[in-house]
């Protein structure tokens, strides 16, 4: 019998399409996700929902913060836009842990969780009565997961300041050294734009939440070993910082400060966005030769004198790059988008120097990349039929497992929709006695 090929072997097991057939990875473990006005906690329990987890979304009874974030307003059946995504394969309940009566509600969902997930200022699950060391003696096997802004210790871990993604990007480092560059001899009042630029999505809230996704996995590994819990502290700053690549080893070694170079990178030529006719294009050669390889490309080869090029380190000043990048600038400015990205791929087969390709790569809108063949083939915007929403498309199924595939079951709940299921799933609690604690305000 002929062997199938490898891409119709791997299709056929990772096709999304086909996931609720197979068993999931965290099928068997219970998550209390207690996270509060943190896109952070969101993110990391969404993440271990989508391998299987049981996950209790905890929130107070009006509902958390988080809800409400969305574009211009716009909420979609009361919910925001980013929390039709982040409530997913979530069950939602309400529990208002100022009052004592919750707290003990909580106590006895920690005895059959593996997992809590927290993101409250430092001291004010202590200070409540329901901290690491009091649900330790409750559940020895509990992993205890905290995200906040600077940890649960040090100088600022008490600080007041909001733990808010925007705060954690500034405080960070990252910021500082992107965005456009103030001009030589020019002032900010002439040059406005000059700033530190803020990435695009939260992506600070979402580098914590994945550090803790995985610290969660390793405990779980670890627990499996010893059979002992334990407390994981992750500090949503620190773990951006940890991004910034050579920017500390570089002030240690050498006393430089990373500063902002607009579109261009300190860390090599040929490495920035280009504009091309109709739009723009991302170019890459941090290799010599495949800077060549785009100066031929473009017809340069004589003119630009690429034969005779040595080292990529000639390129890679401030005064170099800025005078490569607007001869390049006006190059890629005559061809479409299309045109460009067809020539770096023909290059790569028949050109001068291949298969050394030079990189170019188009600049998508987020309409031209859901609808694109290849994600469309692969299932990440596959519509999900939501029983409350309808037919939300979110992005789904971004990484595959041949025998445990990730899944999206739905996408959201409504605050405390879960409440009737779970309590009495947990704690055995009716509707007479959930009607007792919603009127005292409890759930």
């Known amino acids: 019998m002929e062997k199938p090929r490898w891409q119709d072997w791997i299709r056929e097991r990772d096709d999304p399409r086909i996931a609720s057939t197979q068993p999931e990875a965290l099928d068997d473990i ?5 996270s509060y006005k943190s896109f952070a906690g969101c993110y990391c329990s969404s993440l271990l929902a989508e391998f299987g987890a049981e996950v ?10 988080i809800r409400k974030c969305t ?3 716009v909420l979609y059946k009361g919910e925001g836009l980013n929390y039709l995504s982040e409530g997913r394969n979530k069950f939602h309940i309400t529990l208002n842990l100022e009052k004592p009566e919750a707290r003990e509600m909580l106590k006895s969902l920690v005895a059959q969780a593996d997992v809590l997930i927290e993101t409250f200022r430092p001291g004010q699950m202590e200070a409540w009565g329901i901290g690491y ?3 330790k003696a409750i559940n020895p096997r509990l992993i205890y997961a905290s995200i906040t802004l ?3 210790f040090g100088p600022q871990s008490h600080s007041r300041m909001p733990g808010y993604d925007n705060v954690i990007q500034a405080m960070s480092g990252n910021q500082y050294d992107n965005g456009e560059m103030l001009p030589e001899g020019k002032t900010y009042d002439e040059c406005p734009w000059a700033v530190p630029t803020k990435a695009g999505p939260w992506i600070g809230w979402i580098v914590a939440g994945t550090y803790m996704a995985v610290g969660i996995l390793a405990a779980l590994h670890w627990r499996e070993q010893t059979g002992e819990g334990q407390a994981l502290d992750v500090s949503a700053v620190e773990a951006y910082t940890s991004l910034e690549d ?12 990373s500063e902002r170079f607009g579109n261009l990178s300190i860390g090599g030529w040929l490495y920035c966005f280009a504009p091309t006719r109709d739009g723009a294009v991302f170019l890459g050669g941090l290799r010599l030769e495949m800077w060549q390889a785009f100066a031929d490309m473009l017809g340069k080869w004589d003119e630009w004198g690429a034969a005779e090029w040595k080292d990529l380190a000639d390129f890679s000043t401030r005064e170099e790059q800025l005078k490569w990048a607007e001869r390049v600038f006006a190059e890629t400015s005559q061809y479409t988008t299309e045109e460009l990205v067809r020539m770096a791929v023909e290059y790569g087969q028949h050109g001068r120097l291949a298969p050394i390709t030079p990189v170019v790569a188009p600049v998508c809108s987020p309409e031209a990349t859901m609808r694109d063949p290849n994600w469309l083939d692969r299932g990440i915007f596959t519509p999900v039929q939501d029983p409350v929403y309808g037919e939300i498309i979110v992005a789904q199924a971004q990484y595959k497992l041949s025998e445990t595939p990730i899944r999206t079951k739905w996408v959201c709940r409504p605050v405390g929709y879960d409440n009737e299921y779970i309590y009495l799933k947990y704690l055995g609690l009716g509707p007479r006695k959930l009607k007792k604690l919603k009127e005292a305000g409890i759930i």
Request: net charge negative.
């Open 133 to 135: 060391e009091t649900l």
């Open 71 to 73: 574009p211009y307003g």
């Open 56 to 65: 209790l979304r905890i929130e107070p009874p009006e509902g958390d913060f």
């Open 246 to 257: 050579w920017a500390a080893i570089w002030y240690q070694g050498a006393g430089v400060v």
């Open 150 to 152: 600077f940890g649960q």
């Open 30 to 34: 219970t998550v209390l996700d207690l």
